[in-house]
């Protein structure tokens, strides 16, 4: 089991900052992908930007050059820095890890979300 919770949401202006945490359980190093995905108001769950075990990072095409994930494995935590936000940005964010494994040579995969933590972007 991996429990994640997600801290640093808050109201900031479009062109604003804010970084967001996820605190993991286990040793980060354990988890085979991390990432953020987020939800808008009446839209659908969407990735943001992940990081594989071994360090290859992935974004979304509307954060490209905005937002940065990165990890801290002494702290077992995951960071997005997101820059320049929009108003778009709008969403609940939602930290996610997954776990694969073998299971008498059959792989097998967990998957788990933290809670969510608002970001809402407005003038």
């Known amino acids: 089991q991996v429990q994640l919770v997600e801290s640093g949401g808050s109201l900031v202006q479009p062109g604003g900052s804010l970084r967001l945490s996820c605190v993991a359980s286990v040793n980060i190093f354990s988890i085979t992908a991390m990432g953020w995905y987020r939800q808008g108001p009446g839209k659908q769950r969407e990735l943001v930007a992940s990081?594989?075990?071994?360090?290859?990072?992935n974004y979304a095409d509307f954060v490209k050059g905005r937002f940065t994930i990165s990890r801290d494995s002494a702290e077992n935590t995951l960071y997005l820095q997101m820059n320049s936000l929009k108003v778009e940005d709008t969403a609940v964010y939602y930290c996610?890890?997954?776990?694969?494994?073998?299971?008498?040579?059959?792989?097998?995969?967990?998957?788990?979300w933290g809670q969510g933590t608002q970001v809402t972007i407005s003038s």
């Open positions: 996610h890890a997954r776990v694969e494994y073998s299971v008498g040579g059959v792989p097998r995969g967990s998957e788990y």
């Open positions: 990081i594989t075990r071994g360090g290859t990072t």
